[in-house]
C-alpha cells in the first residue's frame, strides 16, 4: 500500500424535497452502514479511507407516482431526489466529470444509468486507484 493510499473521503448529497418528505441515503464502506440525517436538505459523508476501495450508496423512499408532481405542461415542479453534489478526496475535489460520467446507478427495476441524480436505486462508487494522485487524476479522464 502506498503512503498515499490513506485519505478522507467527504460526500456531499443534496436533497429534493416533495411534500415535505424526503428520501432516505445510506451509504456502505468495508460492510458498516451510515443512514445519513439532511439538514436544510443537505447531508454530508465523511470517512477515512484507504485506497483502493468502494462504498455502496443505496437511496430509497420514493413512490414513482406520487413524489414528483408536474404542471399541466409537463413540466416537473416538484421532485423527491437525492444528488450526490460533490466528492472530495483530502483536499482534492473530484471532477463533474466523475460526478456525471462515472457513477451508475441500478433503479430497482434492474435498469442503469450513468448519473448521480437518485430516485430509489442504489451505486457501487469505485475508486480503483492506489493512491489520491493517482484517483483524483484517473477521475477526471475519459
Do not use: W
Amino acid at each position: 500500500m502506498s503512503e498515499f493510499a490513506n485519505c478522507t473521503l467527504k460526500m456531499r448529497f443534496r436533497y429534493g424535497s416533495c411534500s415535505n418528505k424526503l428520501l432516505q441515503v445510506e451509504v456502505e464502506h468495508n460492510q458498516k452502514k451510515v443512514k445519513l440525517s439532511p439538514v436544510k436538505n443537505f447531508a454530508t459523508y465523511t470517512k477515512q479511507i484507504a485506497l483502493p476501495t468502494t462504498l455502496k450508496v443505496s437511496v430509497t423512499g420514493k413512490d414513482t407516482v406520487t413524489d414528483t408532481k408536474v404542471d399541466a405542461d409537463g413540466n416537473v415542479i416538484e421532485d423527491l431526489f437525492v444528488e450526490i453534489c460533490d466528492i472530495t478526496l483530502d483536499t482534492f475535489r473530484l471532477s463533474d466529470f466523475f460526478l456525471h460520467k462515472k457513477i451508475t446507478i441500478q433503479t430497482e427495476d434492474g435498469k442503469d444509468h450513468i448519473t448521480n441524480y437518485f430516485g430509489n436505486g442504489s451505486a457501487n462508487i469505485d475508486f480503483l486507484e492506489e493512491n489520491i494522485f493517482a484517483q483524483v487524476y484517473k477521475a477526471a479522464q475519459e
